[in-house]
Structure formats: C-alpha cells, structure tokens
C-alpha cells in the first residue's frame, strides 16, 4: 500500500495506527512526501530548529533544488478499479455543497495553471491584493485536493521565469518570485504544524496572562452577523459572502475578515477557524491555522497586535471602485464607491436612504481598537504606548 504523507497531529497518529494495521496483517507499505517540496524537519536553522521566522525559511526555500514532477502512471501501474467499488459521495456521508464550487479535477487544475502563467502571474505581485481583479491563481484548492501537484506547479512558474528572464523583463522576474514565494508559506505553516502539532487549538505564542476574549450573548451576536455578513463593514460582508456562495475568499480579504474578528470584535479566532474549516474549499489545517494566527497575533511571525486593519481603509485601498463589494452584497449596487467606503460614517438616515436593507455596522471601529490595544496590553501585562493602523 503507498500513501502520501500528512503533518498534523491528528494525522500521524491515524497514520501511524494504519502502519501497525498493515504490519498485523502482513501487507507491505511505503509513503511519499507529496504535498510539499522539502519535507518538515529539512529546512531548520543553522542549530537544527525549526524556522518560527518566514523570512529566513523562505530564503532557504528559494535556493534549494526542486525536483520534477513524476511522469504520469500508466494503466498497467493502475489498480483495477470499478465504480461498483468505490463509495458515493452520499455513503461517505456528505452531501452536494450549497457554494457554487469551482470545476474539479486534474484537467481542470491544469487549465487555471496554464492560464494564469500565460499572463496574470507577471502581474502578480501588483494586482494580487486586489479582489476586484480575479488575479490570483484559483489553485489552492487543487493545492488542498492533490489534483495539481506542488512540483508541477513550481515547474510552470519557473518556466514562467525563465521567459520573463529572457525577455529582460525584471518586474515580471519579480513578480513570479512572488507567487513561489506564496508557495514557500503553505511549507512554512506546514513545518510550523509538525513540529508544533497542538498549534491546531493552542496559541502558537505565549503571553503573560489569557487573552481576554469576549464570549457574552452581544459577542456570540456580533460572531453571527459575521458569519453572515451583516456586520455592516462593506468589504468584510463581501468576503464572507463570498465564503458561503463559492467556498472560497480572496487571501486580501482573508486577512480582513481574520482582522475584523479578533481586532474589532474581538472574538477568539478559534471561532473563524472552525468557520472557515467548516465552509472552505481549500481548508487547509497547517495554512489556515497559521493564517489564523497570524491575524490575531497569537502565531509564529504574526501582525504585531498593535498594527490593527482599518476595515474602510482596507476596503478603499483594495476595492476602491467597490466592484468586488458590489459583486457580493448586492444591497450595496447601486451606492458610490465614496458612500461604501464611508458607509460607517454616514447618518443612519442616509443608509436607508441609499441601502435600505443593508445593515448598520454592528461596532464602532475606532472605539474597538483601543479596547483590542488595552485587551493585548493586559494580556502581555505591561503598558506600551504607541499603535499603527493599517
């Protein structure tokens, strides 16, 4: 039996009682690092630890050797296998998902590759926190799934390189060393899981004293609207729309919905990665506990905790047209960019006028702040001054 390695804690200890399973039974094993390029415990510090930095992982990352992708099997390495063999979905006990998924399969993965090598990733690194441009890769859930594989992808993008090299284009040079820079950060969090298997409902970072999370009736409220997207903050509510109809969300506007939940309602980020598991299609435990983490400044090389995202600076920064708000809270269509963007500053009069069904903001951001600075002050048991908002 062949299999490809996993690194969570749960996962080796599933894996490791299969090991027994099959040795009881006689019947020969052998498993395969798949998932990753440079399997955890390979890129350490010069003292043999793990990187709890992704600056210097990275640079390790980048300059080690890649192997190719392996050669497609042919039908005679193939087990017969017939769909009278194989349980439905239904038997496996899921049901047809309510998000409009995108099309599976190799194929399919292989044609979101192609295309975005073609053109978008050499506008990479200046269009990839703009939601409203569709201009990231898509590949992440094929990532999750195994229906592309990691070295097959870092092929295409060195090819990619190598182009713009030739070309002398070294924007698009950089550009690329972006998105495999991307990819780096999926092995980082995953090393950062294996060495750190309790990080899964643990915070990465140790403080003083326990961080204060509100868990009241009024917070559980404020978690649903924000499951919903009914926080009245345009841009949060557009990512968590977006969630729910398509089982993805932009990675800019991942950060923004982590942020708002720990910084602004100051709700454990436990409870948006459970959400998050519970509804992404590219849930992935090592990327989106690391994520997770890092927004709320609990993780290994997290946003310090007084560097707090502005929900309507993020959103004009990023959406200034408002496309991608209005692509997903459709209240909000026929409103100016200006009035969503300022949408917490206007009179409540003047939201029902523009958008009568579209909902107040559920706390005030400026407000929240200082108390998400004095929360983490408490927690780390001193008292700094100074705070930057982003």
């Known amino acids: 039996m062949f299999w490809n390695e996993d690194y969570s804690g749960l996962a080796r200890e599933r894996d490791a009682r299969v090991r027994m399973a099959l040795d009881d039974a006689g019947v020969a094993r052998e498993t395969r690092h798949d998932a990753v390029h440079h399997e955890p415990g390979t890129i350490t510090t010069n003292a043999g630890d793990p990187y709890a930095v992704y600056t210097y992982f990275w640079k390790k990352w980048r300059d080690r050797d890649k192997h190719d992708p392996f050669d497609a099997p042919t039908a005679d390495d193939l087990a017969a296998v017939t769909g009278a ?19 599976a399969g190799t194929a399919a993965a292989r044609e979101r590759l192609a295309a975005f090598c073609e053109e978008a990733i050499y506008r990479y690194d200046e269009d990839r926190d703009y939601p409203g441009k569709h201009a990231t890769s898509r590949l992440s859930t094929d990532l999750k799934w195994g229906t592309v594989g990691v070295r097959e992808v870092y092929e295409a993008t060195a090819t990619a390189k190598a182009e713009a090299d030739a070309d002398g284009d070294d924007d698009a040079v950089g550009a690329v060393e972006e998105f495999q820079s991307q990819l780096a950060w999926r092995e980082f969090y995953t090393q950062v899981l294996w060495a750190n298997p309790e990080v899964v409902d643990r915070n990465y970072k140790e403080y003083e004293h326990d961080i204060e ?24 509510d557009a990512g968590m729309r977006q969630l729910k109809a398509e089982a993805y969300m932009h990675n800019r506007v991942r950060m923004i919905v982590a942020s708002f939940l720990t910084k602004d309602l100051l709700l454990d980020w436990r409870h948006g990665y459970a959400h998050f598991k519970e509804h992404l299609a590219d849930h992935d435990t090592a990327n989106d506990n690391g994520g997770w983490q890092w927004a709320a400044s609990t993780g290994t090389d997290a946003q310090p905790y007084f560097r707090i995202f502005n929900p309507m600076t993020q959103g004009e920064r990023y959406d200034p047209d408002a496309e991608y708000v209005k692509e997903y809270v459709p209240e909000l269509a026929s409103v100016s960019a200006d009035d969503v963007h300022s949408w917490h500053e206007l009179s409540v009069g003047r939201r029902r006028q523009l958008a009568p069904q579209y909902p107040d903001p559920v706390v005030d951001h400026s407000e929240m702040r200082e108390r998400a600075l004095s929360m983490f002050k408490r927690a780390r048991g001193e008292e700094e001054e100074g705070a930057s908002a982003d």
């Open 85 to 103: 063999d194989l349980p439905t979905v239904e038997e496996l006990g899921f049901s047809e998902p309510a998000a409009d998924v995108q099309e």
């Open 213 to 236: 999370w509100r868990d009241d009736d009024e917070a559980m409220a404020d978690l649903q609207a924000w499951k919903e997207g009914e926080t009245g903050y345009p841009i949060v």
